[in-house]
């Protein structure tokens, strides 16, 4: 017998409540982690009724991860569509403020999907956190096929590459189908971390030393640095 859409409706309802309140338990208490317990406690529901929407922890942390990477590609793709198709070097610092200004905002859903691995949780393979993680990602380096596709895709500074890393970069050619240099798939992982690296410190709070004005310019500055050493064009001039 199928469900009712009244009843669909209100197992959804439950579903985001779930969610929700495993989030802010995860705020309030500086982790990524949870028990069951605790949110039926939240909820005033009982442990096991929790079981009828997810049927363990791991379900609902996939659940969590997969809503975190579909939110932060949201977010980077409309500060990228936002931007001129032809000024690259424009889209990639919107895409470079939004990623930052996610991870402040959300700093839990952040660690989730970026930072260390929640203890004893093992993702499924090829799951929703998969597809989900490759649909965010992605928002970075199509603005290099699209530098690229332009013409305006410079060498990147650094041009040595390790065999190690162009296995890497013909892993993902195979997988994609789209051509890669071995240079061009390097600079995209150090423009990605170089920039990763300053959110994640300003997310957890290792800059509030300095005041919002000069982390916006300390941003900015970062994010052209990463973009010319990786061989992106200037922003164009408004």
């Known amino acids: 017998m199928q469900a009712t859409p009244r009843r669909e409706k209100a197992r959804a ?16 208490q500086g982790t990524v982690d949870f028990r069951f317990a605790d949110i039926a406690r ?16 791991d379900e609902l942390l996939s659940a969590l991860i997969a809503d975190a990477y579909n939110d932060l590609g949201e977010v980077v793709a409309q500060a990228r569509d936002a931007v001129a198709t032809d000024d690259v070097g424009g889209r990639f610092m919107a895409v470079s403020r939004a990623y930052r200004q996610w991870a402040r ?19 499924p393979v090829d799951g929703p956190t998969t597809e989900a ?14 530098a690229h596709t332009l013409g305006v ?35 995209m992982l150090h423009a990605w971390s170089t ?20 982390r916006d310019a300390l941003f900015d500055g970062h994010a052209r640095l990463a973009a010319e050493t990786a061989g992106l064009p200037a922003p164009r001039e408004s």
């Open 153 to 187: 895709l410079g060498p990147p500074r650094l041009r040595d590459v390790h065999p190690a890393i162009a296995a890497c970069a013909e892993q993902k050619h195979q997988q994609t189908g789209v051509p890669v240099s071995a240079e061009t798939f390097q600079a």
């Open 195 to 214: 920039l990763h690296g300053f959110a994640a410190l300003e997310a957890f709070g290792h800059f509030d030393w300095i005041d919002e004005a000069g």
């Open 13 to 28: 309802a439950t579903i985001d409540e779930i969610k929700l309140t495993a989030l802010r338990l995860m705020r309030e």
């Open 105 to 123: 905002k959300e700093p839990q859903q952040f660690a989730l999907i970026l930072g260390l691995p929640v203890a004893g949780y093992h993702a």
């Open 133 to 146: 993680a490759k649909r965010a990602m992605s928002q970075l380096s199509s603005l290099f096929m699209e």
């Open 42 to 57: 939240a909820m005033e529901m009982t442990p096991p009724a929790l079981y009828r929407y997810f049927a363990d922890r």
